[in-house]
């Protein structure tokens, strides 16, 4: 950052990920895995993914047809809505939504239509949910754990909004990425595994953040093989294929044992615990998040403390303050004014990086209280 401060905007992490992994893909290169892959997907990563798939989530899609692995979520995400949408289809989103959604829709032609999860708890008003499907409605997007929420959609939540998928004849594409980020003993559950659901679900997953590898650009959509069919020639023609040498890598990830998700939960939930003390103690108002690695924090007594007018004001006085650079809550509404009390910090950091953010988190209380 240019002015020497501390980077809790965008949504990855300062350290490394495991050393077996990186192994993995040095191997990988070293060994000639380095021309394209088929175009959905190395045989064994799409293996390794069902596999995965089955024994965490309970879902059952075959590796030869109804697998396609991406250059990440993000990928899966706008080859899905391309695959699937038609003139005049809408899709629907809870906000504030994870910020590529709005420009994923308006490429792929859709139409979006919002339904607002209010804080403290995040949570979502059944009529207002309801009064949002209709004959036009091709799919909701659903992103459990949240970001930038940290909100785990519960089995009730989920269970109402694959009724109403049913009702509407529409799909649910749910973006699961931060599925083993999760604190408090909540339980991450894919709407894939609901009754009725598996056929008309897209699951989306990565090894971004459960691996902390984000800049390896793989990723993938989980699919009944008819949509599976579609999704795959649209990713053919956006990218050809993910990275080779990663995708190999991928299979070492997939197959780790679960005392790496156990460390990884303990990890963060030290970190969430660390940096919610130090906002609230700072003068932020925020509930502590349930699932993936943000605190979307209201900010308003500090805005009036600070004479910041405004959520993006806000912001960069934080940089020019105490260096810390957030990402203000208007960018994740349709409506700007419904974010401008909040900002959002990532807290997916190593421990030297968080002792040097409560520091200027304890700074910027020592500012409003002189
Ligand atoms: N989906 C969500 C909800 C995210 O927060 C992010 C990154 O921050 C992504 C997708 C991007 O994932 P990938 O790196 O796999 O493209």
Redesign the pocket.
Known sequence: MAEGGVNLAQ?FPDFDPPQELKQAAIEAIETGCNQYSITFGEPDLRGAIAAKALRYNQIDYDPGSEITVTC????A?IATLKAIVNPGDEIIIFEPY?E?YGPDAILSGARLRYVTLRPPDWRYDPSELAEVFNFNTKAIII?TPN?PTGKVFSITELEDIAKLCIQWDCLAIT?E??EHIIYDNERHISIAALEGMADRTVTIN?L??TYSV?GW?V?WALAHKNITHRIRKVHDFLTVGAPTPFQKAGVCALNLEETYYEKLQSRYTQARDRICDALLDAGFNLRSPKGAYYIMADADRLMDQLGADGADAFSLKLIHLAGIATVPGTAFYHMEEMGNNQVRFCFAKSAATLDEICLRLDKVKQMVKA
């Not at 990440?72 to 990928?75: F, Y």
């Open positions: 949504g990440g979520a993000t990928e995400m994870y590529n992103n970001n973006d990425i931060y990565s971004s953040k984000t650009r990723g």
